[in-house]
């Protein structure tokens, strides 16, 4: 759960048994689902798997992967985050706005201050008062989407000078010719499932969300824990505002609308599930992936850009049952 | 009244054809034989008491009983017909019930909702007939001689009385076989007396029981005849009046128990932990005693009486209203367990499964929760230590598991208790408070873990165990803390004082309260 060595202990041991790749197999059910997908995605359109579209479709799904990364790490914590889409439209539209009035460096620290200090207000209210987290980001969605409005005025956002500037670095910019937003996506994601698998941290917030009381028992200080995991997710979010506004060089209003409900298809289509106490950084990273191709792959086939809705939901649906009915199974297995 | 033996005091054996018969039951689940041939049988008007450890198969067995697991192979023959039970309802019919263990009551609806639930009279088609419903139901609170109302909220219930609607349930269709899975385990001592009423009232109906517990005073206070299962198969049955516990005990778990003979510690040093009129608003007031290094205290009370939020607030759970911890001398207040846990206390909670252990995490991550510190550099875990603490309390502890790996939620209550204990010994704490260490647990891991508590306050540690168990908390103490009603009633010295002195100290010196004059 917490670390990769135990979802497949017979290949580390490099005895690899029938029985192992099966075992394997249905542990990692969504990598299987995966390739897949991309197989029958492939048959149906040549560009496909070309490298161009390839990249085009990270590069698109590392917005939503950077933001995917802190709710994850929310999620196993055992609470929801749902103000992170009204959180994006803030942050973006605060960077893009303050970048020709301060000048970049001092828009971005200024971005990031006011968006962490969003997350705390969020993890104040559910960690420390220990409010219900569904209703308090739900309400935070509405209230920062408020601010937004009132901050701009109901104007739409953007750079004058869009090619003068080295802020065009982070939506736009390649490194070792791999482009910054898939990088910045790669990283945060490696940095978090190193933090969540081999740190005390890490593993004190699985252990807060599989049991809060347990975890207070235990010595562990549950509030801060919680709190902790809001400033994981406020600081993706701040991350992902700094790729979407140098890829867009300006902002509407409402740009991070409805990203709340992509991150979290993403993160149920890796399976992680919502309880808590479970899942994975790495897991995420393939849902989101995942997402992205569904999405590609429908258009590319010829299918209206509004299928991925019901695509979408109805490959979560199935997976969330499918995962349950192999829990099912296993609990059965357990005799007492 | 069923003939008792002349000796032993304890019921003879009723002499007649059983009601139920269970013939060479196989169950196998993916990978384990849980139940191996298993034969049993219940005679009408019979307590048949069923035993085994944790994990022998005794919950598997009753849920093939009761329709809800169905067996690979093997016969249920029901007053001379075979059965094949679908599921829990079907059996329900036939008049085969089981007791939950867990109950499974709706809070929010009625008495009179929740004993017809699924089985409501009906009239003109599918309204509800709430006059037959209030008849009905009133006639079996009769039966069980309740107090309460076939329209109070069920939610608003004790335990005890939720336990006498659950049975209730059982009364719907005629039983003729009833289950219960160790119905004492949340029970307090003067609530078991009426539980002891209602299963006597049905035997002389004629109605078969099987009764579950690890408890063996209750067993041979109830039961006419012993089955034992060990590891899924059966081990044979005995005549209540013609055992002992020993006999029993050598079934279960394979070999004589090695009694815990050893002595209790002897040598203590300065005070580890003093207590001065710590009081907590409305739960408990004026607390004071101490524990000394190497010493064993017993805090000895009723459910309710506040012992374990006397544990609670020393660990930094609670702030206190009024009064002084004193820690090794200093004066200490914390905030939070994390405070407590720094300053080298230790809690093993009453609740193993909600307070105790992170159900879905492994052995090791379990093992090693609270003290990560001491297994991490830089923030960083170190893998091998890890494995070298578990492993160390693993062997110390004889923790029977297949691996580290394995969750704990698919250990027995013994070797999760064991988990639970051995987290704490990693943090090296000064003082370690044990609330009910041994409840839920089969014989063989109850002894082993009162030698150990014995053991660690020889090697120093303050020990303070709460218990609502006399012979628990007269075979470890020092000395003993009787609470009543949020109050310390008395200190007695652990090897002198009567159990009459401990009973009077937590019933409040023979004077009934009113919360307990109410019978259920």
């Given at each position: 759960?917490?670390?990769?060595?135990?979802?497949?202990?017979?290949?580390?041991?490099?005895?690899?048994?029938?029985?192992?790749?099966?075992?394997?197999l249905?542990?990692?059910?969504?990598?299987?689902?995966?390739?897949?997908?991309?197989?029958?995605?492939?048959?149906?359109?040549?560009?496909?798997?070309?490298?161009?579209?390839?990249?085009?479709?990270?590069?698109?799904?590392?917005?939503?992967?950077?933001?995917?990364?802190?709710?994850?790490?929310?999620i196993?914590?055992?609470?929801?985050?749902?103000?992170?889409?009204?959180?994006?439209?803030?942050?973006?539209?605060?960077?893009?706005?303050?970048?020709?009035?301060?000048?970049?460096?001092?828009?971005?620290?200024?971005?990031?201050?006011?968006?962490?200090?969003?997350?705390?207000?969020?993890?104040?209210?559910?960690?420390?008062?220990?409010?219900?987290?569904?209703?308090?980001?739900?309400?935070?969605?509405?209230?920062?989407?408020?601010?937004?409005?009132?901050?701009?005025?109901?104007?739409?956002?953007?750079?004058?000078?869009?090619?003068?500037?080295?802020?065009?670095?982070?939506g736009?910019?390649?490194?070792?010719?791999?482009?910054?937003?898939?990088?910045?996506?790669?990283?945060?994601?490696?940095?978090?499932?190193?933090?969540?698998?081999?740190?005390?941290?890490?593993?004190?917030?699985?252990?807060?969300?599989?049991?809060?009381?347990a975890?207070?028992?235990?010595?562990?200080?549950?509030?801060?824990?919680?709190?902790?995991?809001?400033?994981?997710?406020a600081?993706?979010?701040?991350?992902?505002?700094l790729?979407?506004?140098?890829?867009?060089?300006g902002?509407q209003?409402?740009?991070?609308?409805?990203?709340?409900?992509?991150?979290?298809?993403?993160?149920?289509?890796?399976?992680?599930?919502?309880?808590?106490?479970?899942?994975?950084?790495?897991?995420?990273?393939i849902?989101?992936?995942?997402?992205?191709?569904i999405q590609?792959?429908?258009?590319?086939?010829?299918?209206?850009?509004?299928?991925?809705?019901?695509?979408?939901w109805?490959?979560?649906?199935?997976?969330?049952?499918?995962?349950?009915?192999?829990k099912?199974?296993?609990?059965?297995?357990?005799?007492? | 009244?069923?003939?008792?033996?002349?000796?032993?005091?304890h019921?003879?054996?009723?002499?007649?054809?059983?009601?139920?018969?269970?013939?060479?039951?196989?169950?196998?689940?993916?990978?384990?034989?849980?139940?191996?041939?298993?034969?049993?049988?219940?005679?009408?008007?019979?307590?048949?008491?069923?035993?085994?450890?944790?994990?022998a198969?005794?919950?598997?067995?009753?849920?093939?009983?009761?329709?809800?697991?169905?067996?690979?192979e093997?016969?249920?023959?029901?007053?001379?017909?075979?059965?094949?039970?679908?599921?829990?309802?079907?059996?329900?019919?036939?008049?085969?019930?089981?007791?939950?263990?867990?109950?499974s009551?709706?809070?929010?609806?009625?008495?009179?909702?929740?004993?017809?639930?699924?089985?409501?009279?009906?009239?003109?088609?599918?309204?509800?007939?709430?006059?037959?419903?209030?008849?009905?139901?009133?006639?079996?609170?009769?039966?069980?001689?309740?107090?309460?109302?076939?329209?109070?909220?069920?939610?608003?219930?004790?335990?005890?009385?939720?336990?006498?609607?659950?049975?209730?349930?059982?009364?719907?269709?005629?039983?003729?076989?009833?289950?219960?899975?160790?119905?004492?385990?949340?029970?307090?001592?003067?609530?078991?007396?009426?539980?002891?009423?209602?299963?006597?009232?049905?035997?002389?109906?004629?109605?078969?029981i099987?009764?579950?517990?690890?408890?063996?005073?209750?067993?041979?206070?109830?039961?006419?005849?012993?089955?034992?299962?060990?590891d899924?198969?059966?081990?044979?049955?005995?005549?209540?009046?013609?055992t002992?516990?020993?006999?029993?005990?050598?079934?279960?778990?394979?070999?004589?128990?090695?009694?815990?003979?050893?002595?209790?510690?002897?040598?203590?040093?300065?005070?580890?932990?003093?207590?001065?009129?710590?009081?907590?608003?409305?739960?408990?007031?004026?607390?004071?005693?101490?524990?000394?290094?190497?010493?064993?205290?017993?805090?000895?009370?009723?459910?309710?009486?506040?012992?374990?939020?006397?544990?609670?607030?020393?660990?930094?759970?609670?702030?206190?209203?009024?009064?002084?911890?004193?820690?090794?001398?200093?004066p200490?207040?914390?905030?939070?367990?994390?405070d407590?846990?720094?300053?080298?206390?230790?809690?093993?909670?009453?609740?193993?499964?909600?307070?105790?252990?992170?159900?879905?995490?492994?052995?090791r991550d379990?093992?090693?929760?609270?003290?990560?510190?001491?297994?991490?550099?830089?923030?960083?875990?170190?893998r091998?230590?890890?494995?070298a603490?578990?492993?160390?309390?693993?062997?110390?502890?004889?923790?029977?598991?297949?691996?580290?790996?394995?969750?704990?939620?698919?250990?027995?209550?013994?070797?999760?208790?064991?988990?639970?204990?051995?987290?704490?010994?990693?943090?090296?704490?000064?003082?370690?408070?044990?609330?009910?260490?041994?409840?839920g647990?089969?014989?063989?891991?109850?002894?082993?873990?009162?030698?150990?508590?014995?053991?660690?306050?020889?090697?120093?540690?303050?020990?303070?165990?709460?218990?609502s168990?006399?012979?628990?908390?007269?075979?470890?103490?020092?000395?003993?803390?009787?609470?009543?009603?949020?109050?310390?009633?008395?200190?007695?010295?652990?090897?002198?004082v009567?159990?009459?002195?401990?009973?009077?100290?937590?019933?409040?010196?023979?004077?009934?309260?009113?919360?307990?004059?109410?019978?259920?």
């Open positions: 759960m917490a670390s990769a060595e135990q979802t497949n202990p017979q290949l580390l041991n490099g005895r690899i048994s029938r029985a192992g790749i099966l075992s394997f249905s542990a990692q059910g969504i990598l299987v689902f995966f390739l897949l997908s991309m197989f029958v995605f492939s048959l149906f359109s040549e560009q496909f798997l070309s490298q161009s579209n390839i990249m085009t479709v990270v590069r698109q799904a590392s917005i939503i992967g950077i933001i995917a990364v802190g709710v994850t790490v929310v196993i914590g055992g609470n929801l985050d749902l103000s992170v889409g009204s959180m994006l439209s803030f942050a973006t539209v605060l960077v893009v706005d303050l970048h020709d009035k301060i000048g970049p460096m001092n828009a971005i620290l200024v971005m990031f201050a006011f968006t962490l200090l969003l997350g705390a207000v969020n993890g104040f209210l559910i960690g420390l008062m220990r409010l219900n987290s569904l209703i308090v980001t739900l309400a935070m969605l509405s209230v920062i989407q408020g601010l937004v409005l009132i901050y701009s005025g109901g104007q739409n956002v953007d750079i004058a000078n869009q090619d003068g500037t080295w802020f065009a670095f982070f736009r910019g390649y490194v070792l010719g791999i482009a910054v937003p898939v990088l910045l996506f790669g990283l945060l994601a490696l940095l978090m499932q190193i933090v969540m698998s081999y740190t005390g941290y890490g593993r004190r917030i699985f252990a807060v969300g599989g049991n809060p009381m975890s207070v028992y235990s010595g562990i200080r549950r509030n801060w824990c919680v709190f902790s995991t809001y400033l994981i997710s600081f993706c979010v701040a991350c992902a505002a790729v979407l506004g140098s890829r867009v060089m902002s209003n409402n740009v991070g609308q409805g990203y709340e409900l992509l991150v979290l298809a993403g993160i149920i289509l890796g399976g992680t599930s919502l309880l808590g106490g479970a899942g994975s950084i790495w897991k995420t990273v849902g989101v992936l995942i997402l992205g191709f590609n792959g429908l258009l590319l086939m010829g299918y209206p850009y509004y299928t991925q809705w019901i695509v979408t109805v490959i979560i649906i199935l997976a969330v049952w499918l995962d349950l009915a192999n099912r199974k296993r609990l059965l297995t357990t005799h007492s | 009244m069923t003939p008792v033996h002349a000796t032993t005091g019921r003879q054996p009723i002499d007649a054809e059983p009601v139920l018969k269970l013939e060479g039951i196989t169950k196998r689940f993916p990978g384990v034989v849980a139940l191996n041939q298993v034969d049993f049988d219940v005679r009408p008007g019979e307590v048949h008491a069923l035993l085994g450890e944790n994990g198969g005794k919950s598997t067995l009753m849920k093939v009983l009761a329709g809800k697991h169905q067996a690979n093997g016969r249920i023959i029901l007053g001379g017909e075979e059965m094949a039970f679908e599921n829990p309802k079907h059996a329900k019919r036939a008049g085969v019930v089981l007791i939950h263990q867990e109950q009551l709706v809070p929010g609806m009625t008495v009179a909702e929740n004993i017809f639930l699924g089985s409501l009279p009906k009239k003109w088609g599918n309204r509800v007939d709430w006059r037959k419903l209030r008849e009905d139901t009133n006639r079996i609170l009769e039966t069980l001689k309740c107090s309460f109302q076939h329209d109070d909220l069920v939610g608003s219930l004790s335990i005890a009385k939720k336990q006498m609607v659950e049975i209730g349930r059982a009364l719907v269709f005629t039983p003729r076989v009833v289950v219960f899975d160790e119905p004492t385990a949340s029970l307090t001592d003067h609530e078991k007396p009426v539980l002891y009423d209602v299963i006597q009232s049905l035997c002389e109906q004629g109605v078969g099987v009764y579950i517990s690890h408890r063996m005073d209750e067993i041979f206070h109830l039961s006419h005849r012993i089955s034992v299962l060990r899924g198969e059966y081990t044979g049955t005995v005549n209540t009046c013609e002992n516990e020993d006999e029993v005990t050598r079934m279960m778990i394979g070999r004589s128990l090695e009694l815990d003979h050893a002595s209790k510690p002897s040598e203590f040093g300065e005070n580890m932990l003093e207590l001065r009129n710590l009081s907590v608003k409305r739960l408990f007031s004026d607390v004071s005693f101490s524990i000394r290094k190497g010493e064993i205290v017993g805090m000895y009370g009723l459910v309710g009486a506040g012992r374990s939020e006397v544990a609670e607030t020393i660990f930094g759970l609670r702030s206190p209203t009024a009064g002084e911890i004193l820690l090794d001398g200093q200490v207040s914390f905030h939070t367990s994390h407590a846990v720094a300053a080298g206390i230790a809690l093993v909670p009453e609740d193993r499964k909600d307070q105790g252990l992170i159900l879905g995490m492994n052995c379990n093992m090693t929760l609270a003290g990560l510190e001491s297994v991490s550099t830089l923030g960083f875990m170190k091998a230590d890890e494995r603490v578990y492993d160390k309390y693993h062997q110390a502890m004889k923790i029977k598991t297949p691996s580290w790996r394995q969750k704990v939620g698919n250990l027995s209550g013994g070797n999760q208790q064991k988990i639970v204990i051995g987290k704490w010994l990693h943090t090296h704490p000064k003082l370690l408070i044990l609330d009910e260490p041994t409840r647990i089969d014989v063989g891991s109850k002894a082993e873990i009162h030698a150990l508590v014995k053991e660690l306050a020889k090697s120093g540690y303050a020990v303070l165990v709460i218990s168990e006399m012979p628990e908390v007269l075979g470890l103490s020092n000395r003993i803390i009787a609470m009543y009603d949020g109050r310390v009633t008395a200190e007695f010295d652990g090897d002198s009567s159990e009459d002195e401990l009973v009077q100290a937590i019933t409040g010196m023979g004077q009934p309260s009113p919360a307990e004059a109410a019978t259920v």
